[in-house]
T-cell receptor, first 109, second 117 residues
Framework: KNEVEQSPQNLTAQEGEFITINCSYS?????LHWLQQHPGGGIVSLFM???GKKKHGRLIATINIQEKHSSLHITASHPRDSAVYICAVTGGGADGLTFGKGTHLIIQP | GAVVSQHPSWVICKSGTSVKIECRSL??????MFWYRQFPKQSLMLMAT?????????EQGVEKDKFLINHASLTLSTLTVTSAHPEDSSFYICSARDDASSGNTIYFGEGSWLTVV
């Protein structure tokens, strides 16, 4: 079974700062997802990666398959980015997603 | 974009009763849907994989007779929590895999908060 580790668990930053959230996993995967969970619980899928790098607006996600590591970056962070960011992987013998514990991000004005 | 609708968003039920949660893909077909549970301040955990037209596959530790899953069409999966108890109170969320995608495009429902009193 895949073990997914995220760091940091909690992150508080000032508006405008560059944010990095890290994710590592233990077993080879077919895809890695970055998800955003808001206080009400709803989840938005930000990225799905199997290699390389993806960019969407101020968000950038990278993955290094050899090192079993992914990062999520937020440029010019804003208070509305405050949420829990979750790394999840699929593959490695599992059909559904295996989730990290999430990173609770707070961006202060 | 693709949407997965989950209903109800909130439900309160009495201990011993059953509750049904629906997960519906609105503009795509999903042979495979997934049900997850999240207890407060814990990570999401996969409960079961729901496959249209066949029996669901349950994760270890999840009672299939308590959490009944029906996936009777390519756009609808239901989770029924039978004889609910307070310890079943949790956030339940479904996701659906888009059959038309290359394989791993997954969309999430909005989630359902269940409180058993």
């Amino acid at each position: 079974k895949n073990e997914v580790e995220q760091s940091p668990q909690n992150l508080t930053a000032q508006e405008g700062e560059f944010i990095t959230i890290n994710c590592s996993y233990s077993v080879g995967i077919s895809a890695l997802h970055w998800l955003q969970q808001h206080p009400g619980g709803g989840i938005v899928s930000l990225f799905m990666l199997s290699s390389g790098k993806k960019k969407h607006g101020r968000l950038i996600a990278t993955i290094n398959i050899q090192e079993k590591h992914s990062s999520l970056h937020i440029t010019a962070s804003h208070p509305r980015d405050s949420a829990v960011y979750i790394c999840a992987v699929t593959g490695g013998g599992a059909d559904g997603l295996t989730f990290g514990k999430g990173t609770h991000l707070i961006i202060q004005p | 974009g693709a949407v997965v609708s989950q209903h109800p968003s909130w439900v309160i039920c009495k201990s011993g009763t059953s509750v049904k949660i629906e997960c519906r893909s609105l503009d795509f077909q999903a042979t495979t849907m997934f049900w997850y549970r999240q207890f407060p301040k814990q990570s999401l955990m996969l409960m079961a994989t729901s496959n249209e037209g066949s029996k669901a596959t349950y994760e270890q530790g999840v009672e299939k007779d308590k959490f009944l899953i029906n996936h009777a069409s390519l756009t609808l999966s239901t989770l029924t929590v039978t004889s609910a108890h307070p310890e079943d109170s949790s956030f339940y969320i479904c996701s659906a895999r888009d059959d038309a995608s290359s394989g791993n495009t997954i969309y999430f429902g909005e989630g359902s908060w269940l409180t058993v009193v």
